[in-house]
C-alpha cells in the first residue's frame, strides 16, 4: 500500500505548531510593547482649537501656573481657564489674531461670530471615572507639577509626559521622597533639587534641618525629599481606598 | 480525656421572643428557607417566568452583541475627551468643588430648612440646615424630593384638556379663563407670607387644601382658639408627653422634634452629660395601628382609633377638665388602670406636660386635646399659639360650597395634594366643577388626575426652581430660594398669583424668577422691618430670619368639651370593623407615588416597598379565618433552634405552599373585598402586629394608575382587575371615571390600591360600617421584612429604667443575648488591628496594617433615638449614587439600601408570671428599629475571602471597596454575618429596572436615563456595574474630603508665618480632621441625631463619649469581628404607678 502521505509531511505539524508559536509570541511581544499605557498614552498629542503655547506663557513671559489654573490649590480639578481669564490680557494684546477667534467667539461681544458657548479644549490626561485624583492634596503637600504633566514650560503642544498608571501613582506614593520639594518651589518648571541646594533658601534649608536635629545629610533630591516627607508627616497611601471609592 | 463540649443553656420557657414577620413567629418552612440561603433562592439566578428570557435566550444576546462589538473595533485610539470651561465663569464657582445654598423643601406637614449641595450649579444633595432653629434632619420624603427635580416624567408640557399646546397658547387661554372672572385659588396650607400678602391684595378668593391634615384640626382650632392660628408643640419643654393617636415624630410632625430627642437622651447630646433618670422625658401613646411614635412610646395603648376618645375623655375627667357625654365604661379594666396612670403621671408633670392628637382625628378629640392642655398649663410652655399666614382662606368645603353657590367662574390649582384624586367623596371635587361649569386650571409638578382632568394644566417649578418663603414649624421666616432656572418651563405659584391679579396676563408679570423675587423680598423687608440688602443678603445665606415668629395672643376659648358618644367598640367576630386610612410615610397623601426611592424605601412599619395593603392583626385575622391564608403554617415538630433544641409544641399540619414560588419573588397576600361608603375595593391582607383589634388599615395614597402589565402583579392571570369590571381593557377608576393609565409615570403605575372612594370629610380618616369579603385570589408583594434577618439573637436591645437601680439595668446591656453566655474574646494571637493593638501603639514601631495615626474611623448608633423613619436609608441612596431595583427585583431579596432599617417586634417580658388581661394587654407588642449598615470590622469575615483583593482593610480602620477590581463572586457577602453587602445582579445604574423584562434583555434593554435621574448623581462616587458587590464605606468620599482640606494646613501656615515652608513642622494632629467636623450623610440626615460619627483617636469627637457609654454594645460581639459601628441600648422609661411597667422594656434583656 502506497504512503498516502509523502515523506516531506512529516514535518508539517512541527513547523505549523514552530509558526504558531512565533506568531503568539510576535503577538504578545507587540502588545506589550505597543499596547500597553506607557506606549499609548505617552505622547498623546491633540490638536487644540486655540494653538495654545505654554512655551511663551508659561516659559517666556514666566507666568505661573496658578495663574490661569487658578483653583489647583483648592480643588480637585486643575481648572482649565475659562475664557473671561484669557481675556483679561488678550482684550488687549493680539487681539484680532485670526488664532483667538475661538476664545472671541466664547467672550467678546464686539466680535461678529460671538456665541457665547464655551471653547472645547480636548482633553490631554485622562483618567478612568473609578480613579479620584485630587490636585489639591498634592500640590498643597510639595509635589510639583513637573512630577506628574513633564516641563509644560518646554510644550509648544501639551502631550502626555508620564504614564498615569496605577504603578506609576504607587511608586510615588511608596517613595514620595523622590518628588517632594519645598512649597514654594512646586510651580517652579526648572527646579532642580541640586541646584537649589546651592541657593541661600537651600542653605537655609540644611541649616534649619541641621537646628531641627535632622542627622542625615541633605545633599540630593531623595535626602531633602525625606528630609521634607519627615518634617511634614507626609505619609502618602497605598490602600485602594485613596483613590477609589 | 473527654473532649471539652460546650453546650448552650437551656432555654427559659418563660423567655421572650423577638420577631420580624409573621413568618418567623410561626416558623414557617418558607420563613427557615429563606433564612438557610445568603441570598434568596431567586435572588442568585437568572431565572424568568413566563414569556421572559432564559439563561440560554440571555447567553444567545449577549453572544451576539460581543460579535457586533468587534465591528466597532476600529480604532484602538481611546475617544477624544473635551473640558468645557466657562466662557464667563460665575462667582464663588470652583470646577470640583460643590457650592450650598440655603433654601426650604415644602413638606406634607411643615417645611425642611436644608442646604443645597450644588456641583457646578446642578444641586445634588439636601442637608439639614443647623443654624435654623427648627433645622434637625431631613426626612425621606424631603430628601427624595432632589430625584423630583431631575424626574425625566415630570409634567414638562402646557396642556389644554389633555392636549399638548404651545406656553403662547396657554398665555391666551389662561387670560380668557380669568379676566374679568370669579377666580378661586385653591393653594397649600403650609404657612406662606407672600402668599398670605397676595391673597390679600387680590381680588381672587383663597382656599387651602392638604389632604395629609384632612379637615378636623382646623375646625377645632377655629371653635378653640379663633381664625388664623397654628399650634405649635416644643417637646424640649415637656417632660410627659400623651399622644392621642398623633404621629408626631413620624408622618404627621406638629413642629419640631429636636427638643424630644434631646429629653430623651441618657447623656445629652454629647454623651458627656450627667442625666438622672428623672431628666428623661416619657411618651404616652394612645393608637391603633403602630406608628414610629407609638414604637418610640415607653406606655403604648392599642385601641381602635374611634375609641381613644373614651381614653381621652376618661384622662381629662381625671385631670379635672370640664368633659360633658362621653360614656367610657366600655373600657377594659387594664385600659382604665392605664388611663388613670397616665392622668396621674400628667398631673405630677403640671406645666412640663403636654397632650397632642392625632391631626385628622375627631374634632371632639381634637378640642378635648386643648382642654387637658389648658388644665396641664402647657400654653406658653409646651404649646405655642402661633400666627398662620392663612388669613381669608376657604377650605375645600368652602371652595365646593362657594362653586355651588355660582361664586367661582374658575378654579386654579397650585396644591400638591391632587383633589381630583383623593379629595373626600362627598364632595365630589371634579363633578361640581364641571356640573356648575367651572374651568379648572391645574398647577403640578406631574401629569397626575388632577392636571388631566384640567381644563388648563401648566408644569409647576419645583421648589428648588423657584422663589417663596414660608414660616417653619415654630413660626420663623425661612427664604426658599432657586438653585436653578426652571427646567422645563416650569411656572412658579407667586407667579401665576401676579398673572391672576394682572387680569390674567402673563405678559404683565416679570419672567423667569425675577417675579418670585420681587414679591419675596417685599415681603422680606416688611418682615424684617428693613430695606438694606446686607441683612437681606444674610437672610439668604443663612436661610432664615431670627426672632421672626409671631405669636398669637389667642387664647383657649373653650368652656366645657361636649363629646358625642363614641361608636361601638368593633369586634371582628361579630362583624363589626373599623377602616383607619393611615397616612402612607413613603407616598403620603399620593404625592409620592413617582418617587421611586419613596417607593423603594420600606414601609417602617410593615416593611413593604412599592405597595400598600390591607394590615390587620394576628387576632382579628384569626377572627375573620385569614391568618391561615397569611401566614402558611409549617409541622413546627419538625424544627429546631440555632443549637438543636426543639422549639414549641407540635401542631396541626396545615397547608404547605411551594417554597420556590416563596422564593423566587412570587410571594403573595390573599385578597379581601373591603366594602364601605357605597364602593366595594380588593386590597391585600398582611398581619400588624401591635394594631388593635377589629381594625383595618390602608395607608393612603396609592393606586393613581394602571396600565396592560397590572396583571403580573397577580397570582393568577383572571384575577386583574379594579373596581368592578373583570378584565376591564380600560382599567377605569372609580373615583373619577378616567382611564388612569396617564395619571402617574412609569415610577407610580401599577402601584397598590387606592382608598379614596371610601372616605369622606367625616370619615377622612377612620369609617365604620364596613364588611368585608374574603376572595379566592392572591397579589404579589416584595417585602424586604425577612431579607437580611439575623435570627434569634438580642441584636437591638433594650433596658428598663423601672425598679430604681438604673446602674443595675445598664449592666445588663453587655450581657445580653449570647453575651450573657459566650465566653470572653480572648486571643492568644495578638491580631493586628484589633482595638486594643493601635491604642497601645504610641511608639511608632508598628508600620503595618491600621497603622495611621491621625484617624481611626468609627460609628455609635443611639437604639434610644431612632425611631425607624427611613431618613438615612434614602440621605444614604442620594449621597452614594444607590440605584432602585423596581418591585419585582425587591421581591427576589436584590434591594440595594446600603442601610437595612431593621424591625423587630417582640412580646412583653413576664419574668415567668402569668400574663393576664390586669397586669397588661397580652397581644400588644413592642417595636424596636435597628438600622444596620456595614459595621466596618477590624477582622472583618469578608476580606478574607476575597480571591481578588477587592474588598482590603485601610490604615482608617475602613473595610473598603475597589468596585473596578471586584468580580463579583459573592464570597464576601456570603461571608458576612451583618448581611451588609449589596450586589448588583443588574446594570441597575445603566438599565431601567421599571420597564417590564427590562434587566433581562441585557445591553438589549432601555437605558436608563429616560426615567433615571442620572443629573442627581454624586460626583465623588463611583456608579457600579452590574456584577459588583457594593458596601457602606462610611462615606469615604466625605472622609476624604474632609482630610484633603485639612491637608492645607501647610500652605496656611506658610502664609500666616511668612517663614519659608520647610521651617514648618506638621505633626499628626495638624493633620487631624477637627472633632465632629466630618458628618457621614445618615449621620446628618438624621432627625434625631441618633447616628455619631467621628475618629477615635480625637478624644473630641461625640463618637468617643457614646462609646464610653454603658449601654453601649457591639453587633454579634461574640463572633470577634470587632466592628466600628457600634449600638446604644434603647432605654424604655415607665412610670412605676402604670399597670405594666413591670413588663415594659425588658423583651431583650432575658435573650440568650
Redesign the interface.
Known sequence: MANVFPRWTNFVPIKIALCIVMVVAAAITFFVYY?NPEA?RVGYQ?TQPIPFSHVVHAGQLGMDCRYCHS?V?????A???????CWNCHQHVKTDSPKLEPLRA??DKNFEGYT????????VH?S???V?F?H??HV???VSCVSCHGRIDEMEVVHQDQSHTMGWCLDCHRAPENHLR???EVTNMAYDAEEYLKTE?GQ??VE??EA?GYKASITNQQELGA??RS???I?P?E????C?? | MSKHKWSHPKSNEASTTAWRSAGQLEDTKEFRNWMDREFPQGAAELEIDDDGTSRRNFLQLMGGATALAGFGLTS?R?P??????????PEWV????PTHYASVIPGAFDVTPVVVVSHEARPTKLEPNKLHPSGSGVAATEQASILDLYDPSRSKAFLCKGEVISRETFNTEFKKAVEGKKVAVLTDDLNSPTRQRLSQASEAKFYSYNATKGFANRKAIEEAFGENIDLSYDFSKAKRILSLDADFLGTETQGSVQGYYDNRKVEGNDYRQKKTVEDLNRLYVVEGPYSLTGGMADHRLRIAPSQVIKVASLIAKELGASVKGCDYSSLTTFQKKWAKGCAKDLKENKGQSVVVAGLRQSKELQLLAFAINEVLGAYGSAVKTLQAERKGFGTLEDLIADVKAGKVDAVVSTTPSNPVYNAPTNLEFSKTLKENEVALISLGLYNNATANCADLHAPIAHPLEQWNDYRSGDGTYTISQPLILPLHGGVSEIEVISAIDNKGDFAAVESGNAAGLTQVRETFNQVAKSIDDKIWKQALRDGFVAGTAVEASASLNLASVKVKDAPALPVAKNGQLELVFVTDSSVLDGRGINNPWLQEAPDPVSKITWDNAAYISPKTAKDLGIYDKIVELAPKSNLVDNFGAKIGPEIEKAKITDTKDWESGKRTAPVIEVECNGHKLKFPVMIAFGQAEGVIAIPTGYGQGYDENYWRQWEEKDFWYIGTGKNDPDLVDVTTGLAPKENTTLVGVNRGFNVNPFRSVDSDYIASSVSLEIRPERYKVAQTQEHHAMYGRALAREISTYGGDFNKSLKKVKKQGADSHAPENISLYKQRGSTEWWKKDSNGQQTALLS?KVHQWAMTIDLNVCNGCNACLVACQAENNIPIVGKEQVARGREMHWVRMDRYFAKMEYHGEEPSADKGDVDNVEMIPQPVACSQCESAPCETVCPVNAT????EG?N??????CIGTRYCANNCPYKVRRFNFFDYNKRNPLIDKNLYKGPAGKKQVETGAHLQRNP????RMRGVMEKC?YC??RL?MAK?KQ??V??SK?YASGK?????????E??RVSANEVKVACQSACPSEAIKFGNLLNEKDDVNAAKASKRNYDLLNYLNTKPRTSYLARVKNPYKYMPDAKYIGNVTVDMH
Open positions: 499596547a499609548q491633540p483653583f490649590e483648592e480643588s480637585g480639578h481648572n482649565v481657564p475659562s475664557a473671561n481669564t466664547a467672550v457665547g458657548a464655551p471653547i472645547e479644549w480636548v482633553k485622562n478612568p471615572d473609578y479620584k485630587d489639591s492634596a498643597n503637600r510639595g519645598p512649597i514654594e533658601a537655609k534649608l534649619h534641618a531641627c528630609f521634607l518634617q511634614w508627616t505619609g497611601k490602600s485602594c481606598f485613596t477609589h471609592r | 484602538c481611546r477624544e475627551k473635551y473640558v468645557q470651561p466657562y466662557a464667563d465663569a470652583i470646577p470640583g468643588k495611621d482590603v482593610h485601610s490604615e475602613l473598603t471597596m475597589a468596585y473596578n477590581r465623588n462616587v463611583s456608579v464605606t469615604v468620599q476624604e484633603i491637608k492645607q501647610l500652605k506658610v519659608p515652608s520647610h521651617e514648618i513642622k506638621i505633626k499628626h495638624d493633620l
